[in-house]
């Protein structure tokens, strides 16, 4: 358990902007900062992050929050994982004790992964620059390869004995689970390290006698591993490269190799190059080049190129200047451009890779000629699937696919663009382009719509996310809510005497506590009454501020409601800015809680008058009767009061 003055201490030293900037890629805007978010996929900026409140929030999704928040819903961490890489990034030292065997039970399963991973990137670590199978098989082949002790070190490169028992043997003797080493498809946990033999049941390790490269998160988590069989025992062997497998820390159509070294290149550069294997990564590296990343295989998802949109728009595509490479090309550049990603393609000499070119060109080689050889993906296309193409038939078959890639690029003027240029290197009319792409795109839709109908006639769900706090709140008890949360400590009233002579003052979070207890009424969702009750127990103490306690408030659910809710959605000038003066607190308190009223009551009316239809006996309708009467004059009462017409 962390207490709970670490974690004050946590909170206070987090700063918001460099939290969030280890993600994602941020630009100043008047006081804030704005970038694309990273919850959803988005082609405008709408996630803005907030210094003075030391928030961030997205005006898209609405996720959001502090610090531990953020790191909370970004990494998929528990609270408590969230405040240990908050406290590991600003060096505070957290004392716990070790776990008992039942604590370390209950301990999250991914935390335990991500420590076994850690734990074993250390030990292939050690077995590389320590052992001496480790340097005179692992290390020269890495040498061989013409990587630099640096560079080794950077990646974490490591090495694995052949002794297939050695690696588990260690980590069990050092207390680590089993089931945290094996692995279990059904409920994702385990890292799969090992696997258990058929003949005896003993572990096995699933890398030995390869060369490991650990694959990290965007934090620089370990992940998961990616081994490789050394040159010299590879012939004959089927599986050159074996990855760790699925888990519930690891999925490698989501993970990007050297995302966590790359990012801030990609950002400074507002481009990246991604090539096809790890060493091509490491290679560019070791020329100079550090905004490069791989996918794991050939394969692209596009879970991964969103990722990549978080920090540019700009992607470029490093393939092997031969067949098979071009069709990759072909088969991302449709998965990118719904993106809005601006795709460019590189190929290589014959005979090169990035791997091999790197080793013998410099950077600034290098990237002479990225400059001089990318191509557009358009254009390459164009290019790829006319060459030498005379057969009618063939030529509208590639047109048509061309055309198809048009209809992907989500933004108009760069489509416009794109659609001037085709018609003039293929020799066609703009509208015949138009109207395929449209004609295109309309079938697309009802395709779409006629699989959601057999969807639903063949009793297929479709997916819902339950409804949150602020989705099932009336709009009124938002406004009361956030009245609570921005200036619940705020006096309103001063002076006013009691039953017993005496004077009190009150502040917003007990006016609205004091008028709504009157007549036994509270808030639609729980949480608001307790944001209620918590603001009216604190606001008396000495240097309370409302709107720092709830967004440091060590419920996440809390958290999260009063980051929304202390959002200012538009920034307005001073002269327009809303006053917030002791006099306009009152008045829009006293307005906001007769709207309360009069939702409760038009609600409430709603509800009798549906009885009335739904009865027939004449007792229960002459009560009802009686009833609705008393709420309409209530209603009314109120409606002049709002300045309202009086309802008939």
């Not at 994702?188 to 694959?215: E, H, M, N, Q, T």
Request: glycine share 6%; with cysteine; proline share 3%.
């Amino acid at each position: 358990m962390i207490d709970k003055a670490t974690i004050a201490r946590i909170m206070d030293a987090a700063n918001i902007v460099e939290v969030v900037s280890e993600f994602v890629t941020l630009r100043r805007s008047g006081a804030n900062y704005k970038g694309l978010c990273p919850f959803h996929n988005e082609k405008t900026p709408s996630f803005v992050v907030t210094p003075s409140r030391n928030t961030c929030h997205c005006f898209g999704c609405g996720k959001g929050g502090n610090p531990v928040n953020f790191i909370m819903e970004h990494e998929q961490m528990t609270y408590p994982e969230a405040l240990r890489w908050l406290a590991n990034k600003y060096h505070i030292e957290i004392q716990e004790r070790e776990l008992s065997q039942e604590e370390r039970e209950a301990e999250n399963d991914r935390e335990s992964m991500f420590i076994v991973n850690e734990r074993a990137a250390k030990y292939f670590e050690d077995i590389l620059h320590n052992n001496v199978d480790g340097l005179a098989i692992g290390m020269q082949y890495l040498r061989s390869r013409g990587f630099r002790d640096d560079i080794i070190r950077k990646f974490r490169i490591g090495y694995d004995l052949q002794q297939v028992d050695a690696l588990p043997n260690q980590l069990l003797k050092e207390g680590f689970k089993e089931k945290y080493l094996l692995q279990n498809p059904e409920t994702g946990v385990g890292v799969g390290l090992c696997y258990k033999s058929d003949r005896d049941g003993k572990l096995i390790d699933r890398f030995a006698g390869r060369v490991v490269f650990p694959w990290f998160s965007l934090s620089g988590k370990v992940v998961g591993f990616n081994a490789r069989k050394l040159d010299s025992a590879t012939k004959g062997v089927q599986q050159k490269y074996v990855n760790s497998p699925a888990s519930n820390i690891y999925q490698k159509e989501r993970e990007l190799y050297g995302i966590h070294l790359a990012k801030k290149a990609i950002a400074q550069e507002n481009n990246v190059f991604v090539v096809e294997g790890q060493t091509d990564v490491i290679s560019m590296h070791q020329c100079g080049i550090e905004n490069v990343v791989a996918g794991s295989g050939t394969a692209f998802s596009v879970h991964q190129t969103r990722t990549l949109r978080r920090f540019t728009n700009n992607i470029t595509l490093i393939y092997d200047n031969d067949t098979a490479g071009k069709h990759a090309a072909m088969e991302r550049i449709d998965m990118m451009l719904p993106e809005g990603i601006n795709v460019k393609l590189l190929f290589l000499p014959e005979g090169e890779d990035p791997d091999s070119f790197s080793r013998n060109h410099t950077a600034a080689d290098f990237k002479r000629y990225i400059d001089e050889n990318q191509k557009d993906c358009i254009m390459f296309k164009i290019d790829f699937l006319l060459k030498g193409v005379t057969d009618p038939i063939k030529r509208s078959a590639a047109i048509n696919s061309i055309v198809k890639s048009l209809s992907l690029i989500p933004d108009q003027v760069v489509r416009a663009t794109y659609i001037h240029d085709t018609a003039f290197r293929l020799g066609m009319s703009e509208q015949v382009i138009i109207n395929q792409m449209n004609k295109m795109i309309r079938g697309e839709k009802d395709e779409k719509e006629k699989q959601e109908a057999r969807q639903q006639q063949q009793g297929i769900p479709t997916p819902l996310q339950p409804a949150t706090p602020m989705q099932r709140a009336t709009h009124v008890e938002e406004m009361m809510v956030q009245m609570v949360v921005r200036f619940g400590e705020r006096i309103i009233y001063r002076n006013l005497e009691t039953e017993d002579g005496n004077t009190i003052n009150l502040n917003v979070a007990q006016y609205i506590a004091y008028d709504l207890g009157q007549d036994a009424l509270s808030f639609s969702v729980p949480l608001f009454n307790r944001i209620l009750d918590e603001a009216v127990q604190h606001s008396t103490q000495k240097g309370f501020k409302a709107e720092s306690y709830f967004l440091n408030h060590q419920d996440v659910e809390i958290s999260k409601i009063a980051n929304k809710l202390s959002i200012d959605r538009v920034q307005l000038s001073k002269s327009l800015q809303q006053d917030n003066s002791e006099d306009s607190l009152r008045e829009r308190v006293v307005h906001l809680i007769l709207d309360f009223r009069m939702d409760y009551v038009k609600h409430h009316l709603n509800e009798l008058q549906l009885q009335m239809k739904q009865s027939k006996d004449f007792e229960e309708q002459m009560r009802l009767m009686k009833e609705i009467k008393d709420l309409q004059e209530i209603r009314n009462v109120l409606a002049r009061k709002l300045g309202n017409d009086i309802i008939v």
